[in-house]
């Protein structure tokens, strides 16, 4: 059975940082393409970043530069490390997994993650 538990969130100031958590059981960081995607209130879910087997990463326009995703293969953990956060970063960040070798488009179609967390608030104020 897999299980993903974010942890990381939480309130900061604009331009201040956070590094959100993903702790997975049941299944190997390094083995299929993993991604962070977020909800805002009234929005949809949007791709964050993604990471696939060979460490490829890619992000959405909004946050390059900003954003980097990570794994940490011994503790089975996939990580976002958040700088120079922005007000309109306020989400429900999530962690995703999937059952494909390579994230290729996948930031534009999180339905093809079949293992989700519960979700971690981040709040940025300006």
């Known amino acids: 059975q897999v299980q993903l538990v974010e942890s990381g969130g939480g309130s900061v100031q604009a331009g201040g940082s956070l590094r959100l958590s993903c702790a997975a059981s049941?299944?190997?960081?390094?083995?299929?393409?993993m991604g962070w995607f977020r909800q805002a209130p009234g929005k949809e879910r949007e791709g964050v970043a993604t990471?696939?087997?060979?460490?490829?990463?890619g992000y959405a326009d909004s946050v390059k530069g900003r954003f980097t995703i990570s794994q940490d293969n011994v503790k089975n953990t996939l990580y976002l490390q958040m700088n120079t956060l922005k007000p309109e970063d306020t989400a429900m960040y999530y962690c995703?997994?999937?059952?494909?070798?390579?994230?290729?488009?996948?930031?534009?179609?999180?339905?093809?993650?079949?293992?989700w967390g519960q979700g971690t608030q981040v709040t940025v104020s300006s």
């Open positions: 995703a997994a999937g059952t494909f070798l390579y994230c290729s488009g996948s930031l534009s179609t999180s339905a093809k993650f079949p293992y």
């Open positions: 049941g299944y190997t960081v390094n083995r299929y393409c």
């Open positions: 990471i696939d087997r060979d460490g490829s990463t």
